[in-house]
């Protein structure tokens, strides 16, 4: 079971920070997922086994944030996630471009 639930906290990590697996919590059960998105959540588990450690790491405090959330604020962000999500790929490279220009990245 540990591994399962690595896999699948994995999948809630990378769902904040890539988008993907939306609808996807940590309290679901392997043996729930459909193929396809056990699939995802295998392959957002060997991306984050190449990430380099400061990247893992930082991924790990990330999703134990996500889970000190209360549903409400998780709620949000899904719903924040999937405008996002649903935004022409202009508008989004356009909101990320004034974002980084915001925080001084290049």
Do not use: H
Not at 9 to 19: K, N
Not at 83 to 90: G, I, N, V
């Amino acid at each position: 079971m540990g591994i399962v639930r690595s896999i699948i906290a994995t999948g809630v990590v990378f769902t904040v920070s890539a988008g993907g697996l939306a609808r996807l919590c940590p309290a679901q059960s392997w043996r729930e997922l459909s193929p396809r998105e056990r699939y995802e959540v295998l392959r957002r588990y060997e991306r984050y086994k190449q990430e380099p450690e400061q990247r893992r790491e930082r991924l790990e405090e990330n999703y134990q944030r996500w889970q000190q959330l209360p549903p409400e604020e998780k709620e949000k962000l899904r719903r924040r996630l999937e405008s996002w999500q649903e935004l022409p790929p202009d508008k989004r490279e356009e909101l990320r471009r004034r974002f980084q220009d915001r925080q001084g990245q290049p």
